[in-house]
């Protein structure tokens, strides 16, 4: 699917879509507040949501291991946010920068922030995390609860427990 869209299906960018909504709910709840102080309304956010979404989708490097694309996702919707709501609470203090990009459209220099952040995660998590350790982090962000994972891997829920905790104070540490 994630190959389709990324080839421009436009059926498959809505599954994506679709599949995603959840995390694009979550993320756009999270900055609502902060939205609604620049005088942006939630669909606004949603629909920026989802073009960051479309730009994760275009940029994700589906041949490599060590990062989701649903982390990929999740860090391209964030930074897409982050980014129109300081344009937007730039122009409602009447200061608009001149080097922010336009936010109608997911630009090339967006997109090679975002490619840019992607390889710097990539990289790092590959040279901090165990085999072990990237085994729980990859089922921890798409969502597993602490048993599932365990259930997964053949270990005690302490031991995924462990190392979520490691994997957290690691990438903190690194990032």
Known sequence: MLL???ADNNAAFSEITEAYAPLID??????????KRCNL??????????????????????????????LFAKICIRNRLISVLRRHRGQVEGVISENEPEVSSY??????????????????????????????FKLF???KSYREIADTLSRDVKSVDNAVCRIKKKLKQRI
């Open 4 to 6: 389709r869209a990324k």
């Open 41 to 70: 309304e939630s669909e606004d956010l949603r629909q920026e949501a989802v073009i960051a979404l479309y730009g994760a989708v275009k940029a994700f490097n589906a041949g490599q291991k060590s990062v989701t694309f649903g």
């Open 107 to 136: 630009n090339p220099e967006e997109y090679i922030i975002d490619r840019e952040n992607y390889e710097r995660l990539t990289k790092v998590i590959d040279e901090s995390l165990t085999d072990y350790e990237k085994s729980v």
């Open 26 to 35: 979550s993320m756009t709840a999270r900055f609502l507040s902060e939205a």
């Open 141 to 143: 962000i798409s969502g």
